[in-house]
């Protein structure tokens, strides 16, 4: 049986765990994701030296850059049909928006029938980032969700809410520039009856649409996630704390 966390390893790829072929750092969809901003609620992990957003023309070239390595064949073959399906959907959804629809209805196009390739395709490319995000601040590799991500299993574990991006307008009213995009770091989760983790989250927002999206688990998995790897949910429990923190304190000077 495979082991539910594999241990981080720099060295190795953070969705498949090869140590062949690895990639320097990591693009996820430039094209698609221009620009960073920081400052997600929950977040422990960063990328690039960016806290604000960033102009695309400025950042195109070193956004959404990944730190964490991945080997040739899950950059390219194993998730390739997943990043063009998530763009054709984002697009779908962004024009929803658009019109002043719910974005999420996106999926109730026939193409997008539960189950099916391109759904699947969609949620494999959000579980590839979540990945990424874990790898990124030294979570361990959580086998469920990469071996969803890579295409090598079909049992989904993400869930994702979409809606409007309130910063989107803010963005675009003092800058001009619609390609406003970034994403949120790792955020967790906690069962306040056992205290443990039961879940990982991220946020990711392109042009006013942004999507929330993260997976849960039970608390043996949050247990295992406290035994095996004390620091890492130590950490997760310590950036809790600061966020809550911080947001009390945010909520009082408002
Ligand atoms: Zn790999």
Redesign the pocket.
């Known amino acids: 049986m495979a082991e539910v966390f594999a241990p981080h390893d720099p060295a190795r790829?953070c969705?498949?765990g090869?140590v062949e072929d690895l990639t320097g750092e990591h693009k996820v969809k430039a094209s698609t994701i221009r620009a960073l901003f920081s400052g997600e609620p929950m977040m422990i992990g960063t990328f690039d030296e960016g806290a604000r957003p960033r102009r695309a023309q400025s950042s195109k070239s070193k956004a959404f850059h990944f730190q964490s390595r991945?080997?040739v064949?899950?950059n390219s073959t194993r998730t390739q049909g997943a990043d063009v399906e998530f763009a054709r959907f984002d697009e779908a959804a962004r024009e929803l928006l658009a019109q002043g629809a719910d974005p999420a209805t996106a999926f109730d196009d026939p193409r997008y029938a539960v189950g099916g390739p391109p759904y699947l395709n969609v949620f494999r490319y959000l579980a590839k980032v979540l990945a990424c995000h874990i790898a990124e601040v030294g979570g361990p590799r959580f086998t469920a969700l990469v071996e969803f991500a890579i295409g090598r299993s079909d049992a989904n574990l993400v869930s994702v809410r979409m809606g409007a991006d309130g910063r989107f307008q803010f963005w675009f009213d003092h800058t001009g520039d619609p390609e406003f995009a970034g994403h949120g770091g790792l955020g967790a989760t906690f069962s306040k009856r056992t205290g443990l983790a039961n879940g990982f989250a991220s946020s990711l927002t392109h042009g006013a649409l942004r999507y929330e999206f993260g997976i849960s688990f039970n608390w043996m998995i949050g247990l295992l996630l406290r035994i095996q790897h004390p620091t890492f949910h130590q950490r997760l429990a310590e950036a809790r704390r600061e966020t809550l923190a911080a947001s009390d304190g945010a909520s009082e000077s408002a």
């Open positions: 790829c969705l498949c090869s991945v080997c064949v899950c």
